[in-house]
């Protein structure tokens, strides 16, 4: 098999060139994202292998299609980026679904802890021989609520490393997880009662701006907000508000609504342009990270050798146990005889 590798980093490759070693497949990497201009050149490939910032539009789907291309191997766990009305019977569609839920439950409480007692900023002032601790000042985590949005494996995680500080859980999942230690409640009633709100649900049109300027309105005012799912769970400029406003605490994010063009990018020499972004790195109350919480040797191993083990089960026609397709619309009741969407 044939795989174009759209947004390459050097760390794709460490991890992938081990794997595809392995399996005998041919990969040929691309630094640029995927998109309708870098669509054409998937022509000859079998399979394209894209990340959570490419863009799999219909425009892109039909250029693929026309080029041969038969899979889409995506090596993460979201999906929002395809059209999967347009894949649906053209281009099968697989995805890595577990990699390491505990990196980014790991790095949604490393962000919390960051914010909440400032060591980021202890680090900094040190580093200038100024010890003073003013302005440092933060709060006991045990005895807190916290509020879990989507309780998927990575919200269960962070659920048990909250329990393990002492604190109350509150969640909110329309499927709620059986023998989860926690209160599920509504979301009125988890936003008016959490002193943290992480958020660990897929991005979808129930979800996008869950967090807007009426739910910010139901929070305790020294609320922190945690996000290390999809930018656009929440209304940015809402938040920015809130957060000047003084009617929430604090955000700790690892995305961010407009992130593609920034995101995994060195732009030390540049000036950034989003007006959104700009603010919020200039906000003491604002922790702002790169969507690395999935980046463990863990996770990059286990997204390297999935993604791997998706596309060789689809050369060998075998099913495909984590195709995602327009009718599933998720995981998918695949054809009993096929084992595939279509």
């Known amino acids: 098999m044939k795989i174009a590798f759209y947004d ?4 794709d490759k460490v991890w992938f060139d081990k794997i595809a070693g392995e399996s005998g497949a041919e990969i040929k990497y691309f630094d640029f994202k995927l998109n309708a201009e870098t669509a054409r050149l998937s022509k000859d490939f079998d399979v394209v292998c894209i990340f959570v910032n490419d ?3 219909r425009q892109v789907l039909d250029i693929l299609h026309e080029n041969g291309v038969k899979l889409l191997a995506l090596r993460c766990a979201g999906y929002n980026n395809v059209d999967f009305k347009t894949a649906y019977g053209k281009i099968h569609v697989v995805r890595v679904p577990d990699y390491s839920p505990a990196a980014v ?3 949604a409480m490393a962000l919390l802890l960051t914010l909440n007692r400032k060591t980021h900023r202890a680090y900094s002032r040190t580093r200038d ?4 601790i003013n302005g440092f000042i933060g709060i006991d985590l045990a005895g807190k609520t916290a509020g879990v949005i ?11 490393i909250c329990k393990g500080f002492g604190m109350k859980v509150l969640a909110f ?7 989860l230690d926690a209160e599920y409640t509504g979301l009125d009633e988890l936003f008016a009662g959490s002193d943290i709100i992480s958020l660990h649900c897929p991005l ?3 979800t996008r701006h869950i967090i807007n300027r009426e739910n910010l309105e139901k929070m305790k005012s020294h609320a922190i907000i945690i996000n290390t799912s999809r930018g656009a769970l929440i209304d940015t400029s809402a938040l920015i508000d809130a957060l000047k406003n003084y009617i929430i605490g604090g955000a700790g994010l690892d995305v961010y609504e407009e992130e593609s063009e920034y995101f995994f990018e060195d732009l030390s020499d540049t000036i950034i342009k989003d007006d959104e972004l700009s603010r919020l790195l200039t906000l003491p109350n604002v922790l702002l990270t790169s969507h690395q919480a999935f980046f463990t040797e863990e996770a990059m191993r286990e997204i390297a050798l999935i993604t791997m083990e998706n596309v060789k089960a689809f050369k060998e026609d075998k099913p495909l146990e984590n195709e ?7 995981p998918c009741n695949k054809n009993e005889k096929s084992g595939r969407c279509f």
């Open 129 to 132: 021989n100024n010890f003073s």
């Open 173 to 179: 999942d329309p499927y709620p997880a059986e023998g």
């Open 150 to 160: 989507g309780t998927g494996k990575i919200g269960r995680v962070f659920t048990g």
């Open 55 to 57: 863009n799999a539009d």
């Open 8 to 11: 390459t980093k050097p760390y």
């Open 204 to 206: 979808t049109p129930e």
């Open 105 to 107: 439950a790991e790095h």
């Open 324 to 330: 995602i397709c327009y009718k599933c619309d998720g």
